[in-house]
């Protein structure tokens, strides 16, 4: 019998308001340290994302800028540079600028109302 009544009484203070709000606490504290370190991966996650990206942007640059060197790295890729950003000729060169031909298109012009009310008094 006094094994039923020690069981009760244990089951009792489990079971009591103050050991259930304890728990509520306790859990609530897990769960929000939980949450905590969500967003902390998350923040890893697109930190992570964003560093890949800068590193596969970086790593086209270079293959541009090497890319140009060794363009650059003989006379004629440095005489095309020069050429394009000096627009420079060499002795004896001339410059030809070929112009596209334009259509001569005409449009008569309607006078204003203002214009034509003149018109009509005189």
Do not use: C
């Amino acid at each position: 019998m006094r094994k039923f009544e020690s069981q009760k009484q244990i089951k009792s203070r489990i079971y009591s308001r103050t050991t259930l709000v304890i728990l509520l606490f306790i859990i609530i504290l897990l769960a929000k340290g939980v949450f905590t370190l969500y967003l902390r991966n998350q923040e890893s996650v697109d930190a992570l994302r964003d560093t890949n990206n800068k590193v596969r942007d970086l790593k086209a640059r270079q293959q541009m800028l090497s890319g140009e060197i060794t363009k650059l790295n003989n006379n004629d890729g440095v005489e095309e540079e020069i050429r394009e950003k000096f627009d420079v000729t060499k002795p004896g060169e001339n410059v030809v600028i070929i112009v596209p031909d334009e259509v001569a298109t005409t449009t008569e012009e309607k006078p204003s109302v203002f214009a034509r009310f003149w018109h009509w008094l005189w």
